[in-house]
């Protein structure tokens, strides 16, 4: 497996849920924040469901973005962090019109800020609410045309078969695992560390302890350059 080059200029991540950002993206959100690139960040859903009885929790919302906080600080403690959370009700398959609402704020986003290149769930990922993720994200790119940033995917739950593997040093490795010890809510008595260790020690490149693999799409072939962003 080849090695991904982090992308030129500056990142937004679309989170599907907190956690998200470290479980998917934890190593080039990190990689981007050592470079000094300003970094935004976007999580749709509320995460309410996300207790082992997998009920509605109103007071999970709050704590969740908490634990978001916490973690943002851990992976990128000196860069400026936008951030921004739509809240949306977790587990639900939203209509077409739903699309439309969230496609043209996503866009709205993408114009407004600085934007280069956004990473969002690959399309493949088993969670429901990952895949609506990864096809707003494709519609909101399709929409914007050539002045789009460029795309690169990330995996969670399902194995991206091209995927890219980006290596994770012990140094790194120490951070990562620190930024996910902040999601106390989603801990399970330390079950949510084995399976981010098991799964990242499976993606290692050669050579390589652990790693954490990202894909390029189309989209991303298509090489958008905008605000002194380059293709990659
Ligand atoms: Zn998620």
């Given at each position: 497996m080849s090695c991904f080059d982090l992308p030129a200029g500056a990142p937004l991540f679309i989170l599907p849920h907190a956690d998200d950002e470290v479980l998917g993206c934890g190593a080039a959100i990190l990689a981007h924040a050592?470079?000094?690139?300003?970094?935004?960040?976007?999580?749709?859903?509320?995460?309410?469901?996300?207790?082992?009885?997998?009920q509605w929790d109103q007071e999970l919302i709050a704590r969740r973005e908490a634990e978001l906080t916490s973690s943002l600080e851990v992976l990128a403690p000196r860069s400026e962090v936008a951030r921004w959370s739509w809240s949306l009700p977790e587990g639900h398959a939203p209509s077409e019109r739903d699309f439309q609402w969230a496609e043209q704020r996503l866009v709205r986003l993408m114009v407004q800020e600085p934007i280069n290149v956004i990473y969002t769930p690959w399309s493949g990922d088993a969670h429901p609410d990952h895949k609506v993720v990864a096809e707003l994200a494709r519609r909101a790119l399709s929409s914007m045309g050539h002045g789009a940033p460029a795309l690169r995917t990330f995996e969670v739950w399902s194995s991206m078969p091209s995927g890219i593997a980006m290596p994770i040093d012990s140094d790194a490795w120490g951070i990562l695992r620190a930024a996910l010890a902040c999601h106390k809510s989603q801990w399970d008595e330390g079950r949510l560390l084995e399976r981010f260790s098991a799964r990242s020690m499976a993606r290692a490149p050669e050579g390589c302890f652990h790693g954490q693999v990202y894909g390029s799409s189309l989209d991303a072939a298509r090489g958008a350059k905008r605000k002194g962003g380059q293709a990659a």
């Open positions: 050592q470079r000094g690139d300003r970094i935004s960040l976007l999580t749709v859903f509320d995460g309410a469901l996300g207790n082992t009885a997998g």
